[in-house]
């Protein structure tokens, strides 16, 4: 399952390591979404300790926010929401079907074991799903 890296979306980004961690395999480019100023300084200070500064920007925006402030078409979405976040699959999906994705693009959605994959987010279809413990990525396409 190859995805194109030119251009990745990190949503729910954390400390940023998705997205650092597609930077540091060949990525482009990546928008690191982060609702929290303090979260977001840490993301920067993250993306300079590994020299990956010129090639990402970090947004402090909501996940709702982000179709109307930020420009695809991204090639990858990485989406790490909080387990207890009612409202991320709505806005995952949501953008998932907008034209802020690339066709072919890939979403892969990091939930709890105990939270089923939808079999589908935005018109793209579930691959696989992979357990690590607590954790799952769910991969579409």
Do not use: K
Request: net charge negative; proline share 4%.
């Amino acid at each position: 399952m190859g995805a194109d890296l030119s251009r990745v979306l990190d949503l729910y980004a954390g400390t940023g390591a998705l997205g650092i961690e597609a930077l540091s395999r060949g990525a482009g480019w990546c928008d690191f979404v982060e609702r929290g100023y303090r979260t977001c300084e840490t993301i920067r200070e993250n993306l300079a300790q590994t020299d990956l500064a010129e090639r990402g920007a970090v947004h402090a925006l909501s996940v709702r926010q982000v179709a109307e402030r930020l420009e695809g078409p991204y090639t990858l979405l990485l989406a790490d929401p909080s387990y207890n976040d009612e409202r991320a699959l709505e806005d995952l999906e949501r953008l998932a079907a907008s034209p802020l994705l690339a066709p072919e693009a890939v979403l892969v959605l990091e939930h709890s074991r105990r939270q089923e994959a939808p079999p589908a987010l935005g018109g793209r279809t579930l691959l696989q799903t992979r357990r690590h413990g607590d954790t799952c990525v769910s991969f579409y396409r």
